[in-house]
């Protein structure tokens, strides 16, 4: 893939894993069910209460849709600058100089709770798509440890290392 602007760099890895069809199907049910909503109010309402009705269920319908656009897939990129990873708003960039290690692990659903943008004990996030198994453990500086679902953990983790600078304080097996 190439970037959109000539100003950007390349990406050297980019990757979408995509939400199961059954979470973004029970996402995309919500918009219909809002239509029916703003049918039934514009029937059964008169006046202001009308106005009202349909104005808020405009903006949760409007707000489904934009829910189910941003996840409908994590999105991983690999720069020469950065390593960025989010679900629509919700996301960091990692630039290089941040980033300690990277290993492909197993995701374990019982240390964060559960899947999606998760939250554990000791500086621990995960950012795991239900269904996917693997995927990529990223250490940082500042002590924190994000877990990167992927389908190809193999790959993400290599694009990552590729960027890392040789580890100087003889961790890693890494030269000075």
């Not at 059954?22 to 009308?50: D, F, K």
Request: glycine share 12%; aromatic share 10%.
């Amino acid at each position: 893939m190439t970037a959109s602007s000539s100003d950007s760099p390349a990406p050297i890895y980019v990757e979408a894993v995509p939400n199961p069809w059954w979470l973004q199907a029970t996402i995309w049910l919500g918009p219909p069910a809002v239509l029916l909503g703003i049918v039934s109010t514009w029937r059964e309402e008169a006046g202001i209460s009308r106005v009202i009705g349909v104005g808020l269920l405009l903006l949760l319908g409007a707000g489904l849709v934009a829910l189910g656009v941003w996840l409908a897939a994590l999105r991983i990129e690999v720069t020469a600058e950065a390593l960025r990873y989010r679900w629509g708003p919700l996301g960091a960039t990692r630039r290089w100089p941040e980033v300690l290690d990277a290993e492909v692990e197993a995701y374990r659903w019982q240390t964060y709770g559960g899947w999606g943008l998760r939250f554990a004990s000791g500086k621990r996030r995960a950012y795991s798509v239900p269904g996917v198994r693997f995927g990529v453990a990223v250490r940082t500086r500042d002590g924190k440890r994000t877990h990167l679902a992927s389908r190809n953990p193999e790959a993400l983790c290599a694009a990552i290392r590729s960027r890392l600078a040789p580890a100087s304080d003889g961790a890693g097996g890494g030269h000075e």
